[in-house]
């Protein structure tokens, strides 16, 4: 059964203060993974998709690594409006989606 | 309009009523969703539609009624819910078959309450 484990659930910053959001992933056959942006009472918005190890990308304050196990989510010296619920998503071979609970970051002025 | 429409934002309904949750995609995609998303929960997959046709019932009791008229709209008909059905719920988008990249077009969501 594929399963995606997202840490920490919380994490709260200072603006300025970098950190990392880990991603660990078990899943038969990976064809991508995801990571999305929520903010509260919205559906969640597409940031990145990484396809094999070894592969960053980034967008702003964000980039996301990947390797065979686990993908970060590397937040360079955050603002407030940093602020969401970060979702991390497999995608297999067989055409499925599985999602992970999610880190909720909160960037204090 | 553009990307993943969803109406009503918000909806509150009694155990005995019946109601419906409308979603529609602008953005020429094949494959729709429906998610359901619980506090402290990872996102839940209910149903998937492919070129209008149910490819996926994640065991979704049969208070839930999904349907597909066309690529571009999808309807959750709901009826006799219980409380533990209140979250939000998303309707997704994506391109069809063996295009599909897995990433996934999200509306805002529907906040469902039961009473």
């Known amino acids: 059964e594929d399963q995606v484990t997202q840490s920490p659930e919380a994490l709260r910053l200072q603006e300025g203060e970098s950190s990392s959001l880990n991603c660990s992933y078990t899943v038969s056959g990976l064809r991508g993974l995801f990571w999305y942006r929520q903010d509260p009472g919205k559906g969640p918005e597409f940031l990145f998709t990484?396809?094999?190890a070894g592969e960053e990308k980034e967008k702003e304050r964000l980039k996301a690594t990947l390797t065979k196990k686990e993908s970060f989510l590397h937040i360079t010296a955050p603002k407030p409006e940093d602020s969401a619920t970060y979702l991390c998503a497999v995608y297999t071979n067989a055409g499925k989606s599985t999602f992970g609970d999610g880190t909720t970051l909160t960037v204090k002025p | 309009e553009t990307g993943v429409t969803q109406t009503p934002r918000h909806l509150v309904m009694g155990m005995t009523n019946k109601k419906s949750l409308k979603c529609e995609q602008h953005?020429?995609?094949?494959?729709m969703y429906w998610y359901k998303q619980s506090a402290k929960k990872p996102l839940e997959l209910m149903f998937v539609?492919?070129?209008?046709?149910?490819?996926e019932n994640n065991s979704v009791p049969s208070r839930f009624s999904p349907e597909c008229p066309n690529s571009s709209h999808l309807f959750l008909h709901l009826h006799t819910l219980q409380p533990e059905d209140s979250a939000l719920y998303l309707c997704?988008?994506?391109?069809?078959?063996?295009?599909?990249?897995?990433?996934?077009?999200f509306g805002e969501g529907s906040r469902l309450t039961v009473l």
């Open positions: 990484l396809y094999s």
């Open positions: 953005l020429g995609h094949n494959a």
């Open positions: 539609y492919n070129f209008k046709e149910q490819t």
């Open positions: 997704a988008s994506s391109q069809d078959g063996g295009r599909n990249t897995g990433e996934l077009f």
